[in-house]
């Protein structure tokens, strides 16, 4: 059998590729970086089947020798205005030939919000502190490593301590080229006592195939405030994976809601470390798998320090033979007293050839804390349908209106009722 390295790595991930890449990197922190995860990425296996995180989602899913890196992107001048920019201070637009960066209202400058190349010259402690720094709570990891080594889109966020931001910054992507990959890195850093809104949006069409390895890195300081807001709508030709950590300190709070709603195939990581006292995260997610799409993604609740506190709340809908697959763990470290997490899947099974695989679990190496778990899974409550057509609903109307509200826990969530109504849109297509 052919392994999976030869089967699966495109050549724009060979060592003659990155070393072009290692030539084109300005700064001395940032090729020491890309050098160490490139070390880490060539040593480390591909993915297997016989891996139980990759046990429900093959790794041959995802092919990534059919797509083509796009080159490290370079500012270019803004040319895509769109009528949501209006409503966040600062707009980073990303598509194939390059990427903008606008200050809407001014907040540019009292924020930091640069390329990695302009960040790590500027703010050069900053990014060696952050950038593939201590929010990486798992080692050995593939997809991190290739994503820390080749990443062809750099963006560094930093908010000044005790700053609010008012409105927030809003990164764009959307990519044209067919079968391009793009591998996007985001490090994010809100200071102490600081309060700021991010929200990314991934868009293509469907005819438009893309990969996409993204990774982010979110730094939540002493007493700050984070809100996180990712809605991936990629053609049905796309594939996404993505790695993404979280590390929140004391009396600070992370939102953090992730909107997965394109893609032909969809594979992500989310973990966060709840680290000193009093830190609080709150995780969300909503997925819908139609047709054949196939959505996994696995979270992890970190608690490093006793009295922490995390709640996560993930809700998908599966329909046709699309497949879902969720894996949590509640890890709480040695010494974690006083802890108090929990964690739920709602799951919902629209007809009898979807499928939808729900494992949340423990791993609890402290006493004297409150760690929880459940899922649920089920269709339609037929006595809902009946109650909604006896009230003039078609069934078609009903079944539409109940999708619609087990999912709007999670809609609420989000501030901007632009990304509220692009959220009911998408469900209302897949319906």
């Known amino acids: 059998m052919t392994p999976l390295a030869t089967q699966h790595e495109p050549a724009a991930l060979n060592p003659a590729a990155f070393q072009d890449i290692l030539v084109s990197t300005a700064t001395t922190t940032l090729k020491e970086k890309r050098q160490a995860a490139f070390n880490a990425f060539s040593a480390l296996p591909w993915p297997t089947l016989r891996d139980e995180e990759w046990r429900r989602t093959d790794p041959a899913s995802l092919p990534l020798d059919r797509f083509h890196s796009l080159p490290v992107l370079e500012p270019v001048a803004s040319a895509d205005e769109h009528e949501l920019d209006a409503l966040f201070d600062v707009v980073v637009s ?14 540019g400058s009292r924020i930091t919000v640069q390329s990695l190349a302009d960040a790590a010259r500027d703010h050069h402690e900053a990014v060696s502190r952050y950038l593939h720094g201590p929010a990486l709570i798992e080692e050995n990891r593939k997809f991190t490593e290739l994503n820390g080594a080749f990443w062809n889109f750099g963006l560094f966020i930093r908010i000044p301590a005790n700053l609010e931001v008012e409105n927030g910054v809003l990164v764009r992507y959307r990519i044209t080229r067919p079968y391009s990959l793009l591998i996007p890195k985001l490090v994010v850093v809100a200071e102490s006592g600081s309060r700021a809104n991010v929200v990314e ?9 893309v990969f996409t390895v993204s990774a982010r890195e979110l730094y939540v300081e002493q007493a700050a405030r984070l809100q996180v807001f990712s809605l991936q709508e990629w053609g049905r030709t796309s594939f996404h994976v993505g790695e993404d950590w979280g590390h929140v300190e004391r009396d600070a709070q992370i939102d953090w809601v992730t909107l997965t709603l394109g893609s032909q195939v969809s594979k992500s990581t989310m973990g966060c470390n709840v680290s000193a006292p009093n830190a609080n995260a709150y995780l969300s997610g909503l997925f819908f798998a139609d047709r054949d799409q196939h959505v996994d993604q696995r979270t992890l609740q970190q608690h490093a320090s006793p009295h922490t506190y995390s709640n996560l709340l993930y809700k998908g809908a599966v329909k046709d033979q699309g497949h879902s697959v969720y894996q949590g763990i509640i890890a709480a470290k040695p010494g974690a007293i006083d802890v108090d997490a929990y964690q739920m899947n709602n799951n919902l099974v629209l007809n009898s050839g979807a499928k939808a695989d ?28 009946f109650y909604l057509q006896s009230r003039g609903f078609s069934n078609a109307e009903a079944r539409r209106t109940l999708v619609l509200a087990f999912f709007e826990e999670i809609i609420a969530k989000i501030p901007y009722a632009f990304m509220q109504d692009r959220v009911r849109a998408d469900v209302n297509r897949k319906i």
């Open 201 to 209: 949006v991934f868009h293509s069409e469907d005819d438009c195939p």
């Open 358 to 385: 729900s494992l949340p679990g423990l791993k609890i190496d402290a006493d004297d804390l409150k760690c929880s778990h459940g899922s649920t899974m089920g269709n339609l409550d037929p006595d809902q349908l």
């Open 94 to 107: 990303v598509h194939e030939s390059g990427y903008s960066i606008r200050d809407r209202s001014g907040a």
